[in-house]
């Protein structure tokens, strides 16, 4: 079924009895040509590019919840391509790309809002930073604009301009930045793959990966054991235990990040910002509800739910950036499970085993790069070539010494 006007016209004189569900929920059949574990918002664009850009129809995705049940569903929906490095930012930009044709490519309403976001910056060294990375995005053919402390205040009067520690002198700017309904997406790719013939099997669990004279031959699952010829794995903060089961020790620690909501309120906040201080970031839902983060809670947990000391840090970072911020009550809060990687920057490669394919490291950000992670990861998998935007994210660049460490904070996954 084709989502459009018409379409909607047409159910609203049928009393709406004629939707159909947006995906099957097919039995597993013994065999795939691809199977894919995770049903995220990566494995489900693998599985949608895998279709309908290489051909490779006969593929599965295996995901042990509910589609959306994971980071997908829980990220704070931020998007944006404001990176330095060579490493990252043709990727983040490419992924960028596809984000501003995606609606119309997968027919679906993922209410994308290029609103603009803003990295505030509170010293001159850090200005200079921004400056740099301003300049790179530019080298690579990507807007970005550097704003003084005024330009800032007329977009965003709401500020603390004044604090004493941490005053706000300027901002980088990215106007093509912006968010993305998270769920919308993971719903999107689900159905534009499944109408490509994709079999998405939820609530199946991968217990073990199969192997035979060191090729992967299935994987062993909650629903019985299923063939493939190939085998990827999109499982974010579950990498480490899904790569045990081929063996693999990955460079990969699991840590919580949260989320909050606010009640909902008018339009207040019109773009996407983050504290240069703190690693506090903002905005403001369709619905109302200020959306916000910062930190990761610091201990490695598999856990999706988070600790109260990150809560109140958070809230601290939040009203000290935007002093009315105290007066909304906070509804709802929540934790998903990270893939923090030695360099904060991801892996889409093949591994030592034969015929195993490997896409993690995603760290906080990887809901941004979910169209261009789909399409590099699928390119892999259909031709055995890497694409080159996602060339230097491989997985021996930590023995060969060539990381992407965009923060350049070293190989502490936490800081990252
Ligand atoms: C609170 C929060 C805020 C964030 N904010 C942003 C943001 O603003 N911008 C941004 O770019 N990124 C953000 N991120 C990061 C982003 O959400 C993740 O990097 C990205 O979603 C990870 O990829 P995914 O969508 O495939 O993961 P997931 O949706 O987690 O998919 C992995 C799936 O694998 C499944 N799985 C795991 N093990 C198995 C198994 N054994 N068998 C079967 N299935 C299995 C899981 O159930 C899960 O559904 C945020 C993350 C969180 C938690």
Redesign the pocket.
């Known amino acids: 079924m084709r989502y459009s006007a018409y379409s909607i016209f047409k159910q609203a004189l049928s009393g709406n009895r004629l939707w159909t569900p947006a995906w099957r929920e097919p039995e597993p059949k013994p065999h795939y040509d691809v199977i894919i574990?995770?049903?995220?918002?990566?494995?489900?664009s693998t599985a949608y590019y895998l279709a309908k850009e290489f051909g490779i129809t006969n593929v599965a995705v295996?995901?042990?919840?509910y589609?959306?049940?994971?980071?997908?569903?829980?990220?704070?929906?931020?998007?944006r391509s404001n990176y330095l490095l060579e490493g990252n930012n043709p990727f983040y930009e490419f992924s960028l790309k596809l984000w501003e044709g995606i609606e119309k490519d997968f027919n679906y309403n993922a209410m994308v809002s290029q609103r603009g976001i803003i990295n505030l910056f509170h010293s001159d060294g850090q200005r200079d930073e921004y400056a740099r990375r301003g300049n790179g995005m530019r080298m690579h053919g990507v807007y970005a604009e550097l704003l003084d402390r005024e330009q800032v205040r007329r977009m965003m009067p709401y500020l603390n301009f004044d604090h004493a520690r941490f005053p706000i002198m300027g901002g980088l700017y990215q106007k093509r930045g912006g968010t993305v309904r998270?769920d919308a997406v993971?719903w999107g790719y689900a159905r534009g793959a499944d109408q490509r013939g994709v079999d998405i099997i939820q609530h199946?669990?991968?217990?073990g990966i199969r192997r035979e004279n060191g090729v992967v031959t299935g994987v062993e699952?909650t629903k019985g054991f299923i063939g493939c010829n190939k085998l990827a794995l999109?499982?974010?903060?579950?990498t480490t235990?899904?790569g045990r089961m081929a063996d693999l020790e990955l460079p990969i620690e699991t840590h919580v990040?949260?989320?909050f909501v606010s009640e909902g309120l008018k339009p207040v906040i019109d773009h996407v910002i983050t504290y240069g201080a703190g690693h506090f970031?903002i905005s403001q839902s369709d619905k109302g509800g200020l959306v916000f983060?910062a930190e990761i809670d610091f201990y490695s947990s598999y856990a999706q739910r988070g600790n109260l000391q990150t809560v109140e840090h958070t809230m601290e970072e939040g009203v000290s950036l935007i002093p009315g911020l105290s007066r909304a009550k906070v509804l709802r809060s929540?934790?998903?499970?990270?893939?923090m990687s030695m360099d904060g920057s991801p892996i889409i490669d093949r591994t030592p085993v034969d015929n195993l394919y490997l896409n993690c490291g995603?760290?906080?950000?990887?809901?941004?790069?979910?169209p261009a992670?789909g399409f590099c990861f699928a390119h892999l998998i259909a031709r055995n070539e890497t694409h080159h935007v996602s060339r230097f994210m491989r997985l021996d660049r930590f023995e060969r010494g060539y990381t992407i460490d965009e923060a350049g904070k070293g190989p502490q996954p936490n800081l990252h």
């Open positions: 574990v995770g049903g995220g918002g990566h494995g489900l295996v995901e042990k919840g589609i959306g049940s994971g980071n997908v569903g829980r990220n704070t929906t931020i998007i998270h993971a199946c669990e991968v217990t699952t999109a499982a974010a903060g579950n235990t899904v990040l949260q989320a970031y983060g929540w934790g998903g499970v990270m893939d995603w760290c906080y950000g990887g809901f941004k790069a979910t992670s």
